[in-house]
């Protein structure tokens, strides 16, 4: 009998069933480690400033809540005596606002529901449809609503007449809505020279209905878009025909407008703000040279402008109204609601490498990391954006280079379902990436706002030297020190803007985002070596400058 073969024989059988053990074991193992992953409690959420960003106010489990905190801060200070919210509303009531807030909405503003047969904004629609259709044969539209329809030469009109000086014998149907609405937008002049502003949100005055931050209601937007139009459009008709006190009256409200929205903390009503002021802009230069205000007026105006803050403040939205919304929408992932449902789901990342982080919905999360992780990146952005503007774009690329490089791989959404620190990180990134913006395209947004401002308080220095001494003059030099202390610089360059005297008007242009002098080419195409040309040209976005040459081209 071979005593040593069958010792082999048996090793070997015993090797095979623990290899067969070990294969059935790995899944059990897994399968183990998921569900008592599952059923291990996260550790709870703690209000800090590292986590929650916030420490008050609470709500009901104890977390911070952000939606009273936002309301709180917009109606610090508020009166109905200061709220320009209040003659806005009256003016342009009801907007956006669905039916069912209209008594609550007027309570919580301390105004009773406005009687108006119609809306205000609607109707300042409705009377450049009657124009259009008088002017032009019905047959004349496109068959699609694409250029050179109907709908084109409307959005023509109303761009033209809030852009150019008008008047009555011009456009008098307008002329005619205009006088007879007098009192209603005067209530939009009301509002613009008001100090404060606040809007309650829709929700917030129907009692204790709960809503996200993301869900929150913003109806005031487009009223406040509407309003600034309107009032542009009176001010550029007072403008045309030489009103130019009234005519800076309404512009100022318009300005007033755009600083009302602004002062909002989410991204959106920043860069509404911005649009606004991007309106009344478009229209100063021509207020100045086409009414020819007096010395005084000028001056009024010119100071106006060099004391009213900048509409944007990237800084304030970031830190504020969009870290606020991207923490709320964690906070309301991390608890849930009474009925135990998540108020803030996994379907809401709206990414498809989620699914392995949906699949496990539910299990351990170190919710205060994620918290942590975020807030990082929040702090890392508002470094970047108080650095001096020379260094910022490269700290931006880099950011943005960091940024996408958090982006999950396919092996951390795996790992993420039975780890729950690769699950933390996986998580972490995902809202970074939903809620965090495009820095740079707004930090853009907000140089191209000074640079305006630059160039409107130029053209307010130049309407004062004009009025006190008849023409323009030959260069920027001269309306220092008696009109300005100092050239206003343009932000791309460091430098003064630039400006040439071209007859009885002349050109003043920013080199623009490309940072190179084109020659006066604006992105419109109107204005083409500072010229107003009779056909809109082609000209590369790119390859062009922010431009101001008065006087303006006759308005047909």
Not at 84 to 112: N, Q, T, V
Not at 419 to 443: C, D, H, K, Y
Not at 508 to 514: I, T
Request: charged share 25%; net charge negative.
């Amino acid at each position: 009998m071979n005593v040593d073969g069958i010792e082999v024989e048996k090793r070997k059988s015993r090797t095979k069933w623990l290899i067969v053990w070990l294969i059935a074991a790995v899944p059990v193992m897994l399968i183990s480690i998921v569900i008592l992953d599952r059923n291990l409690p996260s550790p709870p959420l703690v209000v800090s400033k590292a986590t929650t960003r916030i420490t008050s106010p609470l709500d009901k489990n104890g977390l911070p809540d952000y939606v009273a905190y936002l309301r709180a801060l917009e109606s610090e200070g508020v009166t109905a005596e200061n709220n320009a919210a209040i003659p806005l509303w009256r003016a342009m009531w009801p907007g956006d606002l669905d039916a069912e807030y209209h008594e609550p909405f007027c309570k919580a503003l301390g105004m009773s529901v406005p009687t108006y047969p119609d809306v205000l904004g609607e109707q300042y629609t409705a009377i450049f449809e009657q124009i259009e259709g008088e002017s032009q044969d019905e047959s004349e539209d496109d068959a699609d609503g694409t250029y050179g329809g109907r709908g084109e030469r409307i959005d023509d009109l109303m761009t033209t007449t809030c852009s150019a000086p008008w008047t009555t014998e011009q456009v008098p149907k307008l002329a005619r809505w205009l006088q007879a609405n007098q009192e209603r937008i005067d209530l939009l002049v009301d509002a613009g020279h008001r100090e404060k502003y606040y809007s309650p949100t829709p929700q917030s005055t129907v009692g204790s209905q709960e809503y996200s931050l993301i869900e929150t209601l913003m109806p005031d937007v487009n009223l406040l878009r509407n309003a600034a139009r309107i009032l542009s459009c009176r001010a550029m008709w007072h403008a045309g025909e030489g009103r130019s006190a009234e005519a800076w009256r309404d512009l100022e409200a318009a300005y007033g407008i755009a600083q009302h929205s602004s002062g909002k903390h989410t991204l959106v009503q920043q860069l509404v703000g911005g649009a606004i002021e991007g309106m009344a802009a478009n229209c100063l230069p021509h207020l100045l040279h086409e009414s020819s205000p007096s010395a005084e007026l000028a001056r009024e105006i010119l100071g106006g402008l060099q004391s009213r803050p900048l509409p944007m403040d990237l800084a304030k939205s970031i830190d504020i109204g969009e870290r606020s919304m991207c923490l709320d929408a964690l906070k309301r992932m991390a608890v849930p609601s009474n009925d135990g449902a998540s108020q803030f789901g996994m379907e809401d990342l709206g990414v498809d490498y989620a699914q392995p982080l949906r699949f496990s919905a539910g299990a351990r999360m170190d919710w205060n990391q994620v918290f942590r992780n975020v807030n990082g990146w929040y702090d890392r952005i508002m470094e970047v954006t108080r650095l001096p503007r020379d260094e910022r774009e490269a700290a931006l690329a880099q950011l943005e280079a960091d940024f996408q490089s958090t982006e999950p791989s396919p092996v951390m959404m795996a790992f993420s379902l039975v780890n729950a620190s690769a699950r933390t990180e996986a998580l972490s990134a995902m809202f970074a990436g939903l809620f965090i913006p495009a820095i740079t395209s707004v930090t853009k947004a907000e140089v191209r706002q000074e640079a305006s401002r630059t160039l409107s308080i130029t053209a307010a220095a130049l309407a004062v030297f004009r009025a006190e001494n008849g023409k323009y003059p030959e260069s920027l030099d001269a309306i220092v020190p008696s009109i300005v202390s100092t050239i206003p610089l343009d932000p791309y360059s460091g430098q003064p803007p630039i400006y040439q005297r071209r007859g009885d008007g002349y050109l003043l242009y920013s080199v623009f985002e490309n940072k190179t002098d084109d020659g006066g080419d604006d992105p419109s195409g109107e204005i083409i070596n500072g010229e107003w040309v009779s056909e809109e040209a082609d000209v590369p976005g790119n390859q062009t400058d922010m431009v101001i040459r008065v006087p303006r081209k006759p308005v047909r």
